[in-house]
C-alpha cells in the first residue's frame, strides 16, 4: 500500500487595503457594516471593500488611491443659454427664454434691459 505525504497548503496572504476617506453625497442613509449608520454629507473612513456595491455611485473619495479603472465621476451639468425674443403681444419689448421656452422675466423688457438680464443669467 502507497504511503500518503502530508502536503502544506499553500499560505494565502490577502493584502491589507487602507482606510480612505470618504463623503456620501445624494440623499438617504446607508449601513456600512452592522451597526454604523452613513448619512448624507457625512465624511468616514473607510476601506473600499466596506462599501456595498449598491451605494458606490453615492459616495465619493476624498483621499487615497484614484478610482478603478472604468469609474467615472460625477458629470456637470451642461451652461444654460438663454435667448432674447421679442415679446408675442408687445412691440418693442423682449423676453429672455431658456433653452425649454421658459420664459425667464415677470414681464417684458426692452432690448437694453432684455440683454443685461440675459448676461447675468449666463453669469450665475
Known sequence: ??????????VVEELEEELEQWQKIEGGSFYL???RIIKPGEKFYAKESDIP???RDVVIRLSGKAPAAGKTA???PPKIVYTVEPAPDEEGLFNIVDALGKVMNEAPLDEDSANELKKQLEAS
Open 1 to 10: 500500500m502507497a504511503k500518503l505525504e502530508r502536503t502544506k497548503k499553500p
Open 33 to 35: 457594516g452592522k451597526n
Open 53 to 55: 456595491v449598491g451605494f
Open 74 to 76: 460625477k458629470a456637470i
